[in-house]
């Protein structure tokens, strides 16, 4: 089985990725997260990608798709994968739907969490962390008990320069250019809207219906 999760910045892929992964028991993929693994193992393709973002330049398509096809080849995706967060653009989802057809893989399940971007920018522009251990506070959820310190390190939060509204708002623009395409493309596929401005429960709930209504179809 393989799972496409696509939604804008703040959508709650991160949480919905990881119970989904726990659920299917198959790896959950993030291509930037799989970037990075591959620049502190210095593998070829690793030295490759990390030669281009010195250069203050963005990883092209190419090699991008070279090092999912590597990861995707490795026997903990034999039985199926999620990807988070990819294809990113058209050209992205061309390359793997050859992918998919040259390995034998079933047309995938599109999971697009669709959230206004009222939300999102409020959502994430609430995100503070401390800058010791690290850990993230939500100042509308999951605020530190003294304001802008944190609970554990006694530190003056901080926050990250794109979780800033402006920063955001460049962040929602460029999904909208590039990624939204992405859901036209996959629109007559299994595809599957979901509503995120739930609780995390709700909206899990709704992918997991959608899963099971694509099992069906699949099982037919």
């Known amino acids: 089985m393989v799972v496409l999760l696509i939604g804008p910045p703040g959508s709650g892929k991160g949480t ?14 993030s291509t ?12 070829a393709l690793g030295l490759e990608a990390e030669k281009v973002i010195n250069k203050g330049q963005l990883v ?14 490795t026997p903990e995706c034999a039985n199926g994968y999620l990807l988070d967060g990819y294809p990113r653009t058209v050209s992205q989802a061309k390359f793997l739907s ?3 057809e040259s390995t034998g893989r079933p047309e995938p399940l599109v999971l ?10 409020e959502r994430i522009s609430a995100r503070w962390s401390c800058p010791r251990c690290g850990h993230i506070y939500n100042v ?22 794109d979780d800033r509204p402006e920063a955001i708002r460049e962040r929602l623009d460029a999904y909208q250019e ?21 609780p995390p429960n709700a909206v899990f709930a709704a992918i997991e219906n959608c899963v099971n209504q694509y099992r069906l179809s699949e099982d037919h």
């Not at 919905?16 to 993929?29: D, E, F, T």
């Not at 697009?112 to 920018?121: A, F, K």
């Not at 395409?181 to 809207?193: G, H, I, L, N, T």
Request: proline residues 5%; glycine residues 8%.
């Open 16 to 29: 919905q990725s990881a119970r989904l992964k726990q659920w299917l028991g198959i790896p959950s993929i």
């Open 32 to 43: 930037g997260d799989m970037l990075r693994h591959e620049i502190e193992e210095k593998t």
């Open 60 to 73: 092209d398509d190419g090699l991008v798709g070279k090092m999912l096809m590597a990861r995707l080849a």
């Open 98 to 100: 050859q992918f998919l």
């Open 112 to 121: 697009h969490l669709e959230v206004p971007s009222s939300l999102l920018i």
């Open 140 to 161: 509308l959820n999951s605020p530190p008990r003294a304001l802008g310190i944190c609970d554990d390190e006694g530190e003056a939060l901080t926050q990250r320069e």
């Open 178 to 198: 590039w990624t939204e395409p992405v859901v036209e493309y996959y629109a007559k596929a299994a595809y599957c809207k979901i509503d995120g401005n739930h």
